[in-house]
């Protein structure tokens, strides 16, 4: 049978790079495909990088703060598209949420960069670029993401649970935070791990919004990356590999039985 | 008591009681002032850091090359007697077309997308085909198999080819070594890594919604075309693969628009005649410090993504309705 053939194949090409950067990142050999035999020192070499290591805590920061706060926003939006049937300005606001989806990184890049050195001119802020520029960037091109992990849960929500509230007296807030927000937490869960790789995955917005004493994770990879391949930059990618697929492991497991409320 | 107090705050809300009686927006409908509340946070977001930044770049993007900070002329001046002047300069888009090196870079993204497109569908359709056909049992592990790497860094996976790509690298090691070819050959920085990067980043994208239509596909339609005689590749061909058009619409949109504007792929994979129009831009951008022609370079990008774009939403909409 052909079928499984190609499926085996069509996995094996997904996963075979994936499993032979961290099996050569224990190479004991500094020449990347040559076999010299089973070694950790490059993940000695890993940990006293205190350059990398500022790196992630940074990028860590970057990626709880804007996951977070695209989770929020992200999930008012979604409530005013799935709720709010006309209002002015409807097809604009809409249109806002649909273009970072497929907007190039690159194009968003530059858009927000000169933005921001068209505000600081105007207004003197945001001072250079930092933390903070890095982090509006990121909200900006999450919040859609959320938007529509948790539009589609709002559409399939039922509605006349929050009418029942109303009925009854419940003041729109309260029916909101009572009876909407718990029955939407896990498209928020999900909206927020979304939010949460994207943001710490991005090398080519922050390249442009980032400023000296800001640097990501991804921009010193892609620094490293670009001079070719190093076994330290194998271990990095080894480690990133292994803290995703166990938060993946973990976030399944979490969502899971609450997905069928 | 209250339920009425609300219910007459609504009327108020809705000139001409349009929306009363109607199934639906609860929330949205008892809550005028709220309304406005909830609304402004990421209606105001929006607008000043995603709408704002592409009029500014549309505006660099007619504005004059100048030495200094910024690096361009303002479009509005106060001239001599207090009249404001509006200089608006195309010359920025006539370089890009008289240009070669922009011409080239802007259609051989075009292509580089076309082929990694058409390549990825050849690669996504047997796996989406293979997914929706398999057990119920399998089915879940299968689909969260294909969309497990997409979680992991997207940086990190274009990074893996690099060591199995190039000339000392595994591949050419391997191919050495089964004695299939002589010499190492030189695949990294090709237009043949592009591709084989663009396939492996976006290849969830594809069959994803490849499986979403193979799997929602009536199975009665084929014991008809079986019964009535047909062999099932025959069943396949006339049956099986026109159904399937609006998943393969999707799927393509959705590697087509972001290979156009892929940046890190050609960068870390592609050689020095790897042209594509974001490398281009990025060059533009650090090196050469020319702010008005990348920001014109964005907007010519952003004009050869319109049709695609619609072509994507299009479809989307008749499957959702």
New interface residues.
């Given amino acids: 049978m052909i079928?499984?053939l190609?499926?085996a194949l069509?996995?094996a090409?997904?996963?075979l790079?994936?499993v032979?950067?961290v099996i050569?990142s224990f190479n004991a050999s500094r020449?990347?495909?040559v076999w010299g035999g089973l070694s950790t020192k490059w993940y000695g070499v890993l940990v006293q990088d205190a350059k990398i290591l500022d790196a992630a805590w940074l990028s860590l920061k970057v990626a709880i703060i804007t996951a977070s706060a695209a989770t929020?926003?992200?999930t008012?939006?979604a409530?005013?598209l799935?709720?709010?049937?006309?209002?002015p300005?409807r097809t604009?606001?809409s249109g806002?949420?649909?273009?970072?989806l497929?907007m190039?990184?690159?194009?968003?890049g530059?858009?927000?960069l000169?933005?921001f050195?068209?505000m600081e001119?105007a207004i003197g802020w945001p001072a250079g670029r930092s933390m903070t520029t890095i982090v509006?960037?990121h909200?900006?091109f999450c919040?859609s993401f959320v938007?529509v992990v948790v539009q589609s849960r709002l559409v399939q929500m039922d509605?006349s649970l929050?009418?029942a509230a109303?009925?009854?007296?419940a003041?729109?807030?309260k029916?909101?935070f009572v009876i909407?927000l718990p029955l939407i937490a896990p498209a928020l869960a999900a909206g927020w791990l979304l939010a949460f790789?994207l943001s710490?995955?991005d090398?080519?917005i922050s390249a442009f919004v980032t400023g000296p004493g800001a640097t990501t994770l991804?921009i010193v990879?892609?620094s490293k990356?670009?001079l070719?391949?190093s076994p330290e930059?194998?271990a990095l990618?080894t480690v990133?590999?292994v803290v995703?697929?166990l938060a993946?492991v973990a976030a399944g497991r979490f969502l899971r039985p609450r997905r069928q409320d | 008591?209250?339920?009425i107090k609300?219910e007459s705050a609504s009327r108020r809300s809705s000139p001409g009681g349009r929306?009363q009686g109607r199934?639906?927006?609860?929330?949205?409908r008892?809550?005028p002032g709220?309304?406005f509340l909830?609304?402004l946070?990421?209606?105001l977001?929006?607008?000043l850091?995603?709408?704002?930044?592409?009029l500014?770049?549309l505006k660099?993007s007619l504005a004059e090359t100048q030495i200094g900070i910024?690096p361009y002329k303002p479009l509005l001046d106060w001239a001599q007697a207090g009249v404001l002047e509006l200089r608006l300069n195309l010359g920025n888009y006539r370089t890009l077309f008289s240009d070669d090196l922009y011409v080239i870079a802007y259609l051989n993204s075009l292509k580089i997308a076309a082929v990694s497109t058409v390549l990825c569908l050849l690669?996504?359709y047997?796996?989406a085909?293979?997914?929706a056909?398999?057990s119920d049992r399998h089915r879940n592990a299968?689909l969260m198999?294909?969309v497990?790497?997409f979680?992991?860094?997207?940086?990190?996976?274009v990074?893996?080819?690099?060591?199995?790509l190039?000339t000392?690298?595994?591949l050419n090691?391997f191919l050495l070594w089964i004695g299939v070819i002589l010499q190492p050959l030189q695949i990294l920085e090709t237009d043949l890594a592009v591709y084989i990067g663009i396939v492996?980043s976006y290849?969830p994208f594809m069959v994803l919604p490849l499986y979403a239509t193979l799997e929602k596909m009536d199975r009665s339609l084929l014991e008809a075309a079986a019964d009535l005689g047909c062999r099932p590749f025959r069943a396949f061909l006339s049956v099986t693969l026109p159904l399937s058009i609006p998943g393969m619409v999707a799927g393509s949109m959705l590697v087509f628009?972001?290979a156009?504007?892929?940046?890190?792929i050609p960068?870390?994979l592609g050689g020095p005649d790897t042209l594509m129009i974001?490398k281009i831009?990025?060059s533009e951008?650090f090196d050469n410090r020319d702010?008005p022609v990348?920001?014109a370079i964005?907007v010519a990008?952003?004009v050869a993504?319109v049709a695609p774009?619609m072509i994507?939403?299009h479809f989307q909409r008749r499957a959702t309705e």
Avoid: C, H
Avoid at chain 1, 82 to 87: I, L, M, P, S
Avoid at chain 2, 23 to 28: L, M, N, Q, R, T
Avoid at chain 2, 159 to 164: H, L, N, S
Avoid at chain 2, 260 to 264: M, Q, S
């Fill in positions: 079928l499984p190609l499926l069509g996995y090409f997904l996963y790079p994936i032979l950067l050569y020449l990347v495909t929020v926003l992200g008012l939006a409530v005013v799935v709720r709010f049937r006309r209002f300005g604009l606001f806002m949420i649909a273009a970072p497929v190039p990184e690159i194009i968003t530059l858009a927000m000169l933005l050195i068209a001119q509006i960037a909200i900006t919040l938007t509605i929050e009418e109303l009925d009854l007296g003041r729109p807030a029916v909101f909407t790789t710490i995955d090398v080519v991804p990879i892609f990356v670009r070719g391949v930059i194998n990618a990133v590999i995703v697929s993946i | 008591m209250t339920a609300v929306d199934k639906g927006p609860a929330i949205g008892r809550l709220g309304r909830v609304g946070p990421p209606y977001w929006l607008g850091f995603f709408a704002l930044p592409f500014i770049v660099i910024p690669v996504g047997p796996m085909y293979g997914i056909r398999s299968l198999l294909v497990l790497p979680w992991t860094s997207f940086l990190i996976r990074y893996a080819w690099m060591g199995i190039k000392e690298g595994l090691a492996y290849l628009i972001p156009v504007g892929e940046f890190v960068d870390l974001a831009l990025w951008f702010w990348a920001s964005a990008m952003l993504l774009i994507f939403q």
